[in-house]
């Protein structure tokens, strides 16, 4: 079982590596980088309040599934 510390490295390094795969980009790599960003921004400042575990789980684990998405289609488009 995953622990949420696990959970959030994941996604860091998830967000991270896009951010360095996003100069070998196009404009519509560009645009979901940024509404990633802010659902990101969202979800830590979420998770920071009275949520309970599942809550937090579900929207990091619903986020973790978005950015891997986009690091997927970011790599397509650089073959």
């Known amino acids: 079982m995953t622990t949420f510390k696990e959970l959030m490295d994941e996604l ?4 991270d590596e896009l951010r360095l795969q996003l100069h070998l980009g196009t404009k519509e790599a560009e645009d979901e980088w940024n509404e990633l960003t802010k659902e990101w921004d969202t979800f ?6 009275d949520k309970s575990a599942d809550e937090v789980g579900e929207a990091a684990r619903d986020l973790g599934l978005k950015m891997k ?9 650089e073959s």
């Open 12 to 15: 860091a390094q998830a967000r």
């Open 69 to 77: 998405a986009a690091y997927d289609r970011v790599k397509k488009a």
């Open 44 to 49: 830590l400042s979420k998770s920071q309040f």
